[in-house]
């Protein structure tokens, strides 16, 4: 469970733009937003160590954050909504978070993590991960880290949804029972290639379809019957 509160120091900031955002991040820190709680949305920038300390723990981007703002006492909680990566270099380019109430359900996307060993893919079916991420609500401290699913039961042709997956206290899923999580299918089987036949002259037959008793007349025969047959000399 998301059982743990993390404080994360922010400093406030005044200007927007992406020109205030690439000198924020040249100098190592990051900018976010902190939106919710009725309020106004709140820019803000944060260290890049600082964040990735916070974002790597135990409990991951489901761990409840106690938003600190430069020169504030009280801490607003809060949860990562959303972030930005560059895609080159894999480095964080802007965080937005969420203010929650701890007395108040949200909605979070959980990982599901499959564990033991399919009796299927024993056999040699191929095991399929189909839905990576369920949707739940719950109190803000009672989001799971991840959902684990038992599949050493399933064989080939089986599949496991939302509906088995387990039962948490405090914890509702929130897609359809019937989606499937996972399945296992049978081994693919590669067909064969098919030889071609010869490529035989108009109308003639392969030898296994030519007509039984056909036998080829003689070179003489054709040579007779064109001459108009034996000839008799009297």
């Known amino acids: 469970m998301a059982g743990e509160r993390i404080k994360l120091a922010v400093q406030p900031r005044e200007t927007n733009g992406s020109a205030d955002a690439r000198r924020l991040r040249a100098g190592g820190m990051i900018p976010g ?3 919710g709680g009725g309020k106004s949305a709140h820019p ?16 991951g981007l489901h761990a409840i954050l106690d938003v600190v703002f430069d020169g504030q006492k009280t801490a607003r909680h809060a949860v990562l909504k959303d972030y930005q990566l560059d895609p080159t270099r894999a480095r964080l380019l802007h965080i ?5 109430r701890l007395d108040q359900p949200i909605q979070a996307q959980v990982t599901v993590e499959l564990v033991g060993e399919s009796q299927g893919v024993k056999e040699g079916g191929v095991l399929t991960l189909v839905l990576r991420e369920v949707n739940v609500e719950a109190l803000p401290m009672e989001v799971p880290d991840r959902i684990e699913l038992d599949i050493s039961e399933m064989a080939i042709g089986d599949s496991l949804r939302v509906g088995d997956l387990p039962p948490i206290d405090g914890v509702t899923y929130l897609d359809d029972p019937e989606s499937v999580v996972a399945n296992v299918s049978a081994p693919r089987v590669e067909e064969e290639p098919e030889v071609l036949e010869e490529e035989l002259e108009e109308g003639e037959l392969p030898p296994e379809e030519a007509p039984e008793g056909a036998a080829e007349e003689p070179a003489d025969a054709e040579a007779e019957a064109a001459d108009g047959g034996e000839t008799v000399e009297g």
């Open 33 to 35: 937003v902190l939106y």
């Open 44 to 59: 803000f920038a944060v260290g890049e160590r600082e964040l990735r300390r916070v974002l790597t723990g135990e409990h």
């Open 96 to 100: 937005d978070l969420h203010e929650v």
